[in-house]
């Protein structure tokens, strides 16, 4: 009876076996072939719980509620976690990127697929749309801090003709270099955003009253700071907004626009539809190198957006 118990045992283990090899097998195979499918491989704790789980079916015993729980969690956990990690890093450089396939510095193609018109440099797609390591704090939080859009799921509308326009919110730097609220510093002012900020929101709405507050939490107390008032004023009132592309191109933005249109009127060449995309001002005079050079605003380092507010007397340095 004993004897006939182990080869039943051995049979089952041999059975589960083949089974998990099978899937190994065939999720290499469809990855040879560049065909993606849904194929998880166990780990070997879910291997484990696959050989007892046959031994219990084989010998008439129950399986344990525990063992079921287990195998679940472990299924589950690795579903939820580097599976939908990719497949939602690929849904968003779809939604921003110029072509997945660009691998060079600047892209040149005559024939860009794009959603947006983002550049994304290649050396940042392995860690987009996060900051890289070696910059990232340790309270950094994707779910709130990152590239991602405006669904309760986090997942590009299926209900739309291009799911790939689904709305965006992201991560918004402002740069100030000549604003000094404070005299005695030198470091040029940039802050950002504390979260990521509405494609679908203006200009105005991110940098009204900045200027007055971070100069007047400096001026507290100060009577004698008449430079740092001056340029509070200069910025929050003149100030002059501006985007610079990949290539270096420079283009006033009014502080009515959109950021979505501002990204879309950055975009070289000109889709050959552009009649609703708004013409930039480049403050660049001399004429472009290629006409067919891809060009557009980047996702700095691979995560952010930038824009920047000078005082107009300052745009002759440019």
């Given at each position: 009876m004993m004897r006939a118990q182990q080869l039943t045992r051995g049979m089952s283990q041999l059975r589960a076996a083949f089974l998990i090899t099978r899937d190994i097998s065939l999720y290499f195979s469809l990855r040879a072939q560049q065909i993606t499918l849904s194929v998880t491989i166990p780990s070997p704790a879910t291997v484990l719980i696959l050989i007892q789980n046959e031994q219990h079916r084989e010998l008439g015993t129950g399986i344990s509620g525990e063992h079921t729980q287990l195998k679940e969690d472990i299924e589950r956990g690795a579903n939820t976690s580097e599976v939908s990690e990719r497949r939602r890093k690929d849904e968003l450089m779809r939604a921003v990127d110029v072509r997945l396939t660009s691998c060079t510095t600047y892209p040149i193609t005559t024939n860009p697929s794009q959603a947006r018109g983002f550049i994304l440099r290649h050396p940042y797609r392995e860690t987009f749309p996060l900051p890289p390591p070696n910059i990232r704090k340790p309270d950094f939080d994707p779910e709130q801090m990152a590239l991602q859009f405006n669904t309760h799921d986090g997942r590009p509308s299926p209900r739309l003709p291009d799911p790939n326009l689904t709305p965006i919110?992201?991560?918004?730097?402002?740069?100030?270099?000549?604003?000094?609220?404070?005299?005695?510093?030198?470091?040029?002012?940039?802050?950002?955003?504390?979260?990521?900020?509405?494609?679908?929101?203006?200009?105005?709405?991110?940098?009204?009253?900045?200027?007055?507050?971070?100069?007047?939490?400096?001026?507290?107390?100060?009577?004698?700071?008449?430079?740092?008032?001056?340029?509070?004023?200069?910025?929050?009132?003149?100030?002059?907004?501006?985007?610079?592309?990949?290539?270096?191109?420079?283009?006033?933005?009014?502080?009515?626009?959109?950021?979505?249109?501002?990204?879309?009127?950055?975009?070289?060449?000109?889709?050959?539809?552009?009649?609703?995309?708004?013409?930039?001002?480049d403050l660049r005079k001399e004429p472009r190198e290629r006409g067919d050079n891809i060009d557009g605003i980047e996702m700095a380092m691979g995560w952010f957006m930038e824009i920047y507010v000078i005082p107009k007397e300052n745009l002759g340095e440019l």
């Open positions: 919110s992201i991560p918004m730097y402002i740069r100030a270099p000549y604003f000094k609220p404070d005299p005695t510093s030198t470091t040029p002012f940039s802050t950002r955003e504390e979260n990521p900020v509405s494609e679908n929101d203006t200009v105005a709405s991110i940098i009204e009253g900045l200027f007055f507050s971070v100069g007047g939490f400096y001026g507290r107390g100060k009577y004698d700071n008449r430079e740092g008032i001056q340029s509070t004023v200069e910025h929050e009132k003149h100030g002059v907004v501006l985007v610079i592309t990949s290539r270096g191109r420079i283009f006033e933005i009014p502080r009515k626009m959109r950021i979505k249109d501002i990204v879309a009127g950055a975009q070289w060449p000109r889709p050959q539809s552009a009649t609703e995309i708004p013409v930039l001002e």
